[in-house]
Each structure stands twice: as structure tokens, then as C-alpha cells.
């Protein structure tokens, strides 16, 4: 997955930052004062949780063929 890829789902990923974390990306008093490691690192732990970003991204469970 690319950065591009990614944040074509920024919707998500805001809701996410939100719920999981209680960003809000709006405050650009805080966006300000923050690095893009910090943000980046916060992203890829909604990679890691069981997040709308990350079922965006999940691969689709296999089940056995019938025989």
C-alpha cells in the first residue's frame, strides 16, 4: 500500500484518529505543534487495530472450496 492509496481513505482515517486516539485534525492548534512522524506513527497504529482504516486495507478472509 502507498501513501497516495492510504489517504485516498482520509475520511476514515480522521474518524479513526478521532475514536481511537482523540485527534481532532482541525485543531490546527495541535496539528501545528505536532511532527509528520507523530501523525505518521498514529496512522500506521490504525493499521494495527481493528479500525475502519485498517478493514479498508484488510485483505478478504479465504474459505475452502466445496468440494
Known amino acids: ?6 489517504l485516498a481513505q482520509w475520511t476514515l482515517i480522521e474518524a479513526d484518529l478521532h475514536d481511537v486516539y482523540g ?3 482541525e485543531d490546527r492548534t495541535l496539528m501545528r505543534t505536532r511532527s509528520w512522524r507523530w501523525l505518521q506513527t498514529r496512522i500506521f497504529g ?3 487495530a481493528d479500525t475502519r482504516t485498517y478493514r ?3 485483505p478478504e478472509p ?3 472450496k466445496s468440494v
Do not use: G, T
Request: no cysteine; net charge negative; hydrophobic share 65%.
Open 46 to 48: 490504525l493499521l494495527a
Open 62 to 64: 479465504e474459505f475452502p
Open 23 to 25: 485527534i481532532d485534525v
Open 1 to 6: 500500500m502507498s501513501w497516495p492509496e492510504l
Open 56 to 58: 479498508a486495507f484488510a
